[in-house]
Nanobody, 126 residues
Framework: VQLQACGGGLVQPGGSLRLSCAASGPTLDYYTIAWFRRDLEKEREWVSSFSSSRRRTYFADSVKGRFTISRDNAKNTVYLQMNSLKPEDTAVYYC????????????????????WGQGTLVTVSS
């Protein structure tokens, strides 16, 4: 499985961006796909996950209400729609895939994910 993330760029505070993560490889029946981010000063931070079995999305408190996840199954692509962006959202964003359905308490754990995209930079600045 390979993941290709793209869609980052420079946006003003309050603006929007949509990141995409395209997966190539065999069709997966059960999986958890997630977005993480890392800026220059902090550790990697979990942003959001989608569970295929529960068909639910989960978000970190820092982005809840502003970010959403959607999927295009025909394209094997997951999107992270980011609205009302803030300067503190500036980071390199990574998509990650786990070939299992993770329990809720493990969604944030980067070590649980098997495959990672290359990262795409989001800069929120005026």
């Amino acid at each position: 499985v390979q993941l290709q993330a793209c869609g980052g760029g420079l946006v003003q505070p309050g603006g929007s961006l949509r990141l995409s993560c395209a997966a190539s490889g065999p069709t997966l029946d059960y999986y958890t796909i997630a977005w993480f981010r890392r800026d220059l000063e902090k550790e990697r931070e979990w942003v959001s996950s989608f569970s295929s079995s529960r068909r639910r999305t989960y978000f970190a408190d820092s982005v809840k209400g502003r970010f959403t996840i959607s999927r295009d199954n025909a394209k094997n692509t997951v999107y992270l729609q980011m609205n009302s962006l803030k300067p503190e959202d500036t980071a390199v964003y990574y998509c990650a895939l786990c070939l299992r359905n993770l329990i809720m308490s493990s969604l944030w754990n980067a070590d649980e994910y098997d495959y990672w995209g290359q990262g795409t930079l989001v800069t929120v600045s005026s």
